[in-house]
């Protein structure tokens, strides 16, 4: 009997351990990169893959894992993209700057002075726009499904370390930094300043040293990034609206099954929800604007500096892409004015 009991304890034991192993293996591991740091309620990125991990191995009771892994732990933003297409990853949030050397037309995202208010930008990133615009990332980038565009911190401001920025004539001899992407320079250059492309890595260093006067990020970006202890100066320009491109590789996606592809979806979509309500949050508490002020000096545009600024820097881009992006890149920019004016004369308060 006890040799009996035994045998089918051992026999359990295995059943259970083959089980699990089974189960293991069974399990779709997304690895989620990305290049910010890991307080969801400092930053929109990890508030978006916080919320998405959470609804997707929740919701699909594990059988998909997310493992996140933020601030460029699996390297920079742009070799993201490339790992997305090997599949070394599965999913990232890629900014317009990391993304421009595989898709160069996301340069017309970057139409200064654009949009008129936060709600414009939601339209047209969740419209029909969006979705040529994820459409076409698809066509050319290989291996990739774009799954949104979540906030990365809402408008631009600038930072410098000169003089407060009021008027077009305050920008002149100003170095401000940029991204490497051709219309951030178009743009400062336009408005009478001098563009110094450097790495995001690189900036905080970069004004403390004075190797370069300036930036240009969403306030959330610029509170998180501590450079009011290395600038005195901000003014709310709101010139630039860059979401994050939300890759996922697509064969990881082809591997999902028709449940689990729904889960995903919907927690892309809560992914983007969470990015934009957290900007706007930060924005208005003390970890955004109102923590600034006690800072440094800010500055807003009246509606016709802001006109100014916006008949010299549009021009430059509209340029930029004419001559840099072709017929495509032109098709596109005339789609994005489409939907942004549309956007912009939108009422959304109704009676």
């Known amino acids: 009997m006890g040799l009996k009991k035994l045998g089918m304890g051992l026999s359990l034991s295995a059943a259970i351990i083959m089980s699990a192993t089974g189960a293991f293996a069974d399990t779709k591991v997304l690895k989620f990169a990305h290049d910010n740091k890991t307080d969801p309620f400092e930053n929109p990125a990890h508030a978006c893959t916080a919320v998405f991990a959470n609804i997707v191995e929740a919701d ?3 059988s998909v894992k997310v493992e996140v892994f933020p601030s460029n732990q699996l390297g920079s933003a742009a070799e993201h993209v490339q790992f997305l297409q090997d599949n070394v990853i599965q999913a990232t949030l890629t900014s317009t700057g990391a993304l421009s050397s ?12 654009a949009f008129d208010h936060n709600a414009a930008t939601y339209d047209v990133f969740d419209g029909p726009f969006g979705s040529a615009l994820a459409a076409d990332i698809e066509a050319t980038i290989p291996n990739t499904k774009v799954l949104g565009f979540p906030d990365t911190g809402g408008f631009f401001a600038v930072t410098n370390s000169k003089r407060p920025i009021k008027t077009l004539a305050d920008f002149e001899g100003v170095r401000v930094r940029t991204m490497t992407l051709p219309s951030h320079q178009k743009i400062i250059q336009a408005l009478g300043g001098e563009a110094y492309p450097l790495s995001w890595g690189e900036v905080y260093s970069g004004l403390q040293t004075g190797v370069i006067d300036g930036q240009m990020n969403p ?5 998180f990034a501590n450079f009011a202890e290395v600038q005195q100066y901000m003014t709310l320009t709101n010139h630039l609206f860059s979401p994050y491109t939300f890759m996922i590789s697509d064969s990881f996606w082809n591997s999902l099954t028709p449940s689990e592809q729904r889960v995903v979806n919907y927690a892309a979509k809560s992914c983007v929800t969470a ?6 949050i930060i924005e208005a508490s003390d970890r955004g604007l109102a923590g600034l002020m006690d800072k440094i000096e800010v500055t807003a545009l009246t509606a016709e500096d802001r006109q100014a600024f916006k008949d010299a820097a549009q021009p430059a881009v509209v340029a930029h892409v004419e001559e840099a992006l072709g017929a495509e ?5 005339d789609q994005f004015r489409a939907a942004v004016e549309t956007a912009n004369g939108a009422t959304y308060l109704k009676n």
């Open 60 to 62: 699909t009771n594990g």
């Open 102 to 113: 595989y898709y160069p037309r996301i340069d017309v995202l970057n139409l200064a002075f």
């Open 219 to 223: 306030v959330p970006i610029i509170a």
């Open 275 to 280: 990015s934009r309500g957290i900007s706007r």
């Open 329 to 333: 890149g032109v098709a596109l920019l």
